[in-house]
């Protein structure tokens, strides 16, 4: 007898889900990590502020359409992210980069078009909903708090001048760095999907069916099934299409907005790099934002 024959059904499931998930992450965590190696040898600020716009706002719009053509998904964001800030891009470009490019990525925006029947209009409606966050996070961070989001042990005592290696040197060293990275936050991925799994079988999700009466009740509890799933984004729009029967249009469109921004595995990555108090602030904003838009789609009955 095998020792996983011995185990209760429901421990299977979730090492399953867990499973599932890492190797759906893994890729894109692993792109996110050679992109991060790339950046860390090749772009410096002086590459960073030659190519940035001069004045803020037009910066924060660069951070938030920039995913169209410099894609990622949310599982391998957060290296990008961090080496972006550690190159002097200011975080106002650089965070609503982060809550766009898991959604306005070409794929995930096809994945949503196709999951919705061939239909432009929940395609349209989350590219506007994510480009409303990311514009409200900006302005927060270039306007009204510090920003100075990384925390000191994650920021480098000095920043190294790759410019006199040898392009083969270059190679090395961008992957070098890629391998590094990956271990270092393949551990909160690991840690994450754990968790994340682990509520996947434990958190009854028919208790949180019986319970979404009210419009608002049901946006709320669709954001906190997109956290506690934790899908990729390039697969949570077919089990938002699933659920549109049971919970409509606004709900079904809080749970693609959040999910590829904030979600279990991301939120571990993010605890790692991050300060506690810009995390707060960047949930805080993003579920309110959410919050409106969807109610207020909602009132439209589109």
Same mark, same amino acid.
């Given at each position: 007898?095998?020792?996983?024959?011995?185990?209760?059904? =429901?421990?299977?499931?979730?090492?399953?889900?867990?499973?599932?998930?890492?190797?759906?992450?893994?890729?894109?965590? +692993?792109?996110?990590?050679? +992109?991060?190696?790339?950046?860390?040898?090749?772009?410096?600020?002086?590459?960073?502020?030659?190519?940035?716009?001069?004045?803020?706002?037009?910066?924060?719009?660069?951070?938030?359409?920039?995913?169209?053509?410099?894609?990622?998904?949310?599982?391998?964001?957060?290296?990008?992210?961090?080496?972006?800030?550690?190159?002097?891009?200011?975080?106002?470009?650089?965070?609503?980069?982060?809550?766009?490019?898991?959604?306005?990525?070409?794929?995930?925006?096809?994945?949503?078009?196709?999951?919705?029947?061939?239909?432009?209009?929940?395609?349209?409606?989350?590219?506007?909903?994510?480009?409303?966050?990311?514009?409200?996070?900006?302005?927060? +961070?270039?306007?009204?708090?510090?920003?100075?989001?990384?925390?000191?042990?994650?920021?480098?005592?000095?920043?190294?001048?790759? =410019?006199?290696?040898?392009?083969?040197?270059?190679?090395?060293?961008?992957?070098?760095?890629?391998?590094?990275?990956?271990?270092?936050?393949?551990?909160?991925?690991?840690?994450?999907?754990?968790?994340?799994?682990?509520?996947?079988?434990?958190?009854?999700?028919?208790?949180?069916?019986?319970?979404?009466?009210?419009?608002?009740?049901?946006?709320?509890?669709?954001?906190?099934?997109?956290?506690?799933?934790?899908?990729? =984004?390039?697969?949570?729009?077919?089990?938002?299409?699933?659920?549109?029967?049971?919970?409509?249009?606004?709900?079904?469109?809080?749970?693609?907005?959040?999910?590829?921004?904030?979600?279990?595995?991301?939120?571990?990555?993010?605890?790692?790099?991050?300060?506690?108090?810009?995390?707060?602030?960047?949930?805080?904003?993003?579920?309110?934002?959410?919050? +409106?838009?969807?109610?207020?789609?909602?009132?439209?009955?589109?």
């Amino acid at each position: 007898m095998s020792l996983f024959s011995q185990l209760p059904p =429901s421990v299977l499931q979730w090492f399953a889900i867990f499973i599932s998930i890492i190797i759906e992450a893994l890729p894109f965590v +692993l792109l996110g990590t050679i +992109l991060s190696g790339v950046i860390e040898v090749y772009v410096t600020p002086e590459v960073v502020q030659r190519y940035l716009p001069k004045q803020k706002f037009l910066r924060i719009l660069f951070g938030t359409f920039i995913g169209f053509v410099f894609p990622s998904c949310e599982c391998g964001i957060i290296p990008i992210i961090n080496r972006f800030l550690e190159k002097q891009v200011p975080s106002y470009t650089a965070v609503p980069f982060l809550a766009t490019a898991p959604i306005i990525n070409p794929i995930v925006l096809f994945a949503t078009y196709s999951a919705f029947g061939n239909s432009l209009r929940f395609l349209v409606l989350r590219l506007v909903g994510a480009t409303i966050v990311a514009i409200a996070l900006g302005i927060m +961070l270039a306007y009204l708090t510090d920003e100075a989001i990384l925390k000191e042990d994650a920021k480098p005592s000095h920043l190294h001048d790759y =410019s006199h290696e040898k392009w083969y040197r270059k190679i090395y060293l961008a992957l070098l760095h890629a391998i590094d990275e990956f271990f270092d936050t393949g551990r909160y991925l690991v840690f994450g999907t754990l968790i994340a799994s682990a509520m996947q079988i434990y958190v009854p999700t028919r208790i949180l069916t019986t319970i979404g009466h009210n419009p608002l009740t049901a946006i709320l509890i669709m954001m906190l099934l997109a956290f506690i799933l934790s899908l990729c =984004s390039e697969a949570d729009a077919f089990i938002g299409a699933s659920l549109l029967s049971t919970f409509g249009i606004a709900p079904v469109l809080a749970f693609l907005l959040i999910g590829p921004m904030v979600d279990i595995k991301n939120l571990m990555m993010m605890l790692k790099a991050f300060k506690g108090k810009f995390i707060g602030q960047f949930i805080g904003l993003s579920v309110v934002m959410i919050i +409106l838009y969807c109610l207020g789609i909602g009132g439209l009955r589109l």
